[in-house]
Every structure is written in structure tokens, then in C-alpha cells.
């Protein structure tokens, strides 16, 4: 579907449904701060997934039409095994560093995606994405400050997830090819699972129910903010809604103040909407490249 399809001409309903998704987005970041580590990290990821599982139900009657060859069924479980360990990384960051933090260096995934496209695919990249490249880092680096602060093992756990989740991200794209997204989701949620569940069972702590209440209704919010999502994008183009992500950060920052006490950290949204100026730049040139196209 084009950029300019009338479909994709409601950017006023788009960028609600994109402030929604950052909402959802960061109800399941409350919710995962709240289970803290109550549970050991494998666990808590596993649940978050067995438990949604019951989300999938809908998808069912698609995923019986499908044909798996042996392409699909590997893409499948290459994507879900870099799903499920940027889950554990990003549940781990979620117990060791504030929650604005986690959120802006999230934000990376699609520059690790862009230069994954490049490394890996052979995508050509022009310098003024190069440039909104190295911007992008240096907001990065504007938010972690090395050698300026101490570091903590959250903040590299969240480096390692935002680079799984790009993993993860360019296997869905590939998937995309020959998959609807309804049979491409229902795979990866259905697979990481089985993933993490021989991880979780070697330090299995029965879990209260409070926590498996938890973990329910994380998975219930995440599949909320992916619904709002895709509706997002059925109304308005990426270049329109990236920007609006950037609120992610505003809410994270704010929830994390009130709710858990964590401080505000300027240089986290300086470096953010470094990150998120850059990625709009970047999904926008990608935008007017595929219209002359």
C-alpha cells in the first residue's frame, strides 16, 4: 500500500492511535516494574508469553490456511529465539534502571534495524541517513554519558535487547514476504514459549498470584499497543507517527517520577528525542524514496 493511498490519509486518527500504543506501551513497562524480581527474569518472560497465549485465539482460523515450508518454519524460530532473549534483557533493564531509561534506549531498534537492512541485505544507505545514523548514537551516547556516570548492568541488558529486538524485527520483515502479520505474530508468540520454558523451569519459583495477575494483564496491554499500532499505520504514514512515539518518553519519565520515585533525567530526553529526530529523518527519506519509486 502507497504512501499516498487514501487509507493512509486520517493523520489525525493515526497519531491517536499511535498515542495510544505509547500508553499501552507504557502500562506494560509499569506493570513489568512492579513484578520487579519477585520472579527470576526467565520466568517472568515466560509467563508474560504463556499467558497471552489466549490473545492468539482470533488468529487461529488464519494460521490453519497456512502452507509452512521449511523457510517459514526457520525464519519463525529464528525470530522468536531473538524475540524471547530481547524479552529477558528488557525485563532485567526494567529491575536495575529507571523506566525513562529504558524507554529511550529502546528507541534504537530501528536504527540497529536500519544498519542490520544494510549489513546483512545489502541495502544502500545515503549520507544524509549516515548522518541521521551517527546522530542517532550520539543520542545514545547522551543517554548512558560513559565515563560521566556509573554504568549499571541494566543499561547493557537494554543495549543487547534493542539489538535482539532488531533481530527480531528484520526476520518479521522477511516473514512479512509470504505471511500475513496476523499468522507472523501468532508465531512469535506462540514459539517464544517454548523458548524460554527449559530456562525457566531450571530456576522455577512458584509464582503468586499476584504476579501471574500481573504478567496477565502485561500481555493483555501489549497486545493492545500492537492492535493500536497496526491501526496507526493503516491511517497515516510512518514519517507522520514516529514523531508521536517521542511521548512514550514524556509518559515513562512522568510514571516512573510519581510511581516509583525516579528521578528526571534531562539528558535521557534530550538524548531521546535525538534518537526519535533521527528515526523520523530516516523514515521520512525512506517515505519519499519509495513514492518516486
Not at 506462540?190 to 500481573?214: E, N, Q, R, T
Not at 514516529?242 to 510519581?258: E, H, K, N, R, S
Request: glycine letters at 6%; one cysteine or more; hydrophobic letters at 60%.
Amino acid at each position: 500500500m502507497s504512501a499516498s493511498s487514501p487509507s493512509l490519509n486520517r493523520p489525525v486518527a493515526g497519531i491517536a492511535w499511535m498515542a495510544a500504543t505509547t500508553i499501552n506501551f507504557v502500562m506494560v513497562n509499569v506493570l513489568v516494574k512492579y513484578v520487579g524480581d519477585s520472579l527470576p527474569i526467565f520466568e517472568s518472560a515466560f509467563l508474560r508469553f504463556a499467558l497471552g497465549l489466549v490473545f492468539l485465539i482470533p488468529f487461529i482460523a488464519q494460521v490453519r490456511q497456512t502452507t509452512f515450508t521449511r523457510r517459514i518454519v526457520k525464519l519463525s524460530v529464528a525470530r522468536a529465539t531473538f524475540h524471547a532473549f530481547a524479552m529477558v534483557a528488557w525485563f532485567y533493564a526494567m529491575t536495575r534502571i529507571p523506566m525513562a531509561e529504558v524507554t529511550a534506549m529502546n528507541f534504537m531498534n530501528p536504527v540497529y534495524v536500519t544498519l542490520g537492512a544494510v549489513l546483512l541485505f545489502g541495502e544502500k544507505i545515503a549520507l544524509p541517513r549516515i548522518m541521521a545514523l551517527c546522530v542517532a548514537f550520539l543520542g545514545g551516547v547522551v543517554i548512558l554519558r560513559p565515563g560521566l556516570r556509573e554504568l549499571d548492568s541494566g543499561h547493557l541488558a537494554m543495549v543487547f535487547s534493542a539489538l535482539f529486538f532488531s533481530g527480531s524485527y528484520l526476520l518479521a520483515n522477511a516473514l512479512s514476504k509470504d505471511l500475513p502479520a496476523a499468522v507472523v505474530v501468532f508465531l512469535m508468540s506462540a514459539i517464544v514459549p517454548f523458548v524460554l520454558l527449559p530456562f525457566a523451569l531450571a530456576d522455577w519459583v512458584v509464582p503468586s498470584w499476584h504476579d501471574i495477575g500481573l504478567l496477565f494483564f502485561t500481555a493483555f496491554f501489549a497486545t493492545a499497543a500492537h492492535y493500536c499500532m497496526t491501526r496507526a499505520f493503516s491511517c497515516a504514514p510512518q514519517a507522520v507517527l514516529q514523531p508521536v512515539t517521542f511521548v512514550q518518553l514524556v509518559w515513562a519519565t512522568i510514571v516512573g517520577y510519581f510511581l516509583f520515585g525516579e528521578g528526571v533525567d534531562v539528558f535521557v530526553l534530550i538524548g531521546g528525542a535525538m534518537i526519535i529526530g533521527a528515526v523520523t529523518f530516516i523514515t521520512w527519506r525512506e517515505a519519499r524514496r519509495k513514492r518516486r519509486l
